[in-house]
């Protein structure tokens, strides 16, 4: 079954640190991996997505996430958190099943504290 | 230009009442999606919408629910008989078409519903 697995409910960092959300997927054929934010009382956004090309893909708000096919996984990035970061994360995959359709992960809580 | 609306942004019902959920995707955007965010838990696929295609239906929960698209454009999802299993809030999403790999998907703020 096709399928994308956040392992953290929760996660807490200090300001100014470096956070990583994971996430981890499995698909059959090429992954598109997406991650999207939603911050509270507010839809999700877009954040980044890989498709192919370079493993490390760039994207709002200063994140960043590298996608590594050995480990299927593709965790999300960012080198200096911000109280603003606080928000719930959503790993997503893009699968063809006669038509593409959005798997999401059932997302990780980020707490970033002052 | 505008964004993804959905309306009511809060709806509070009664067990076994129906209830209209609707949704106004961006401007020529083809494919139109529902999800269902419940408390604590991830995004549940519902439904989506592509052009004039037949819809993909594989993520409606019972019966009781359904959606429709009317025109190509604005979208209404309708649950019947409502339990309370089905208080969570109920995203829209709309992209310019849903036949790519790489498309992304446009949110509404969405709606959420309350099964007393």
């Known amino acids: 079954a096709q399928s994308v697995a956040q392992p953290e409910d929760q996660v807490n960092v200090a300001e100014g640190n470096p956070l990583t959300v994971k996430c981890t997927y499995s698909?059959?054929?090429?992954?598109?991996l997406f991650w999207y934010v939603q911050y509270p009382n507010r839809g999700l956004q877009f954040l980044l997505k890989?498709?192919?090309?370079?493993?490390l893909v760039k994207g709002s708000y200063g994140f960043e996430a590298e996608f590594n096919k050995s480990q299927t996984s593709f965790h999300l990035k960012k080198p200096s958190a911000l109280v603003s970061d606080s928000a719930l994360y959503f790993c997503a995959v893009r699968v063809n099943t006669g038509g593409f359709k959005t798997i999401f992960g059932a997302g990780t809580r980020l707490f970033v504290k002052a | 230009g505008a964004g993804v609306s959905q309306s009511p942004s809060n709806k509070v019902t009664e067990k076994g009442k129906d209830v209209e959920l609707r949704c106004d995707p961006i401007?020529?955007?083809?494919?139109l999606y529902w999800y269902r965010q419940s408390l604590g838990q991830g995004l549940e696929f519902l439904i989506y919408f592509q052009g004039n295609s037949a819809p993909d239906k594989s993520g409606l929960p019972s019966d009781r629910f359904s959606a429709e698209r009317t025109g190509g454009s604005v979208s209404t999802l309708t649950i019947q008989r409502t339990q309370q299993e089905d208080s969570a809030v109920y995203l829209c999403?709309?992209?310019?078409?849903?036949?790519?790999?790489?498309?992304?998907?446009?949110f509404g703020p969405g709606t959420r519903l309350l099964v007393l």
């Open positions: 890989y498709i192919t090309g370079d493993n």
């Open positions: 999403a709309s992209s310019p078409t849903s036949g790519g790999a790489g498309v992304t998907q446009y």
């Open positions: 401007s020529g955007h083809t494919a």
């Open positions: 698909v059959s054929g090429n992954p598109y």
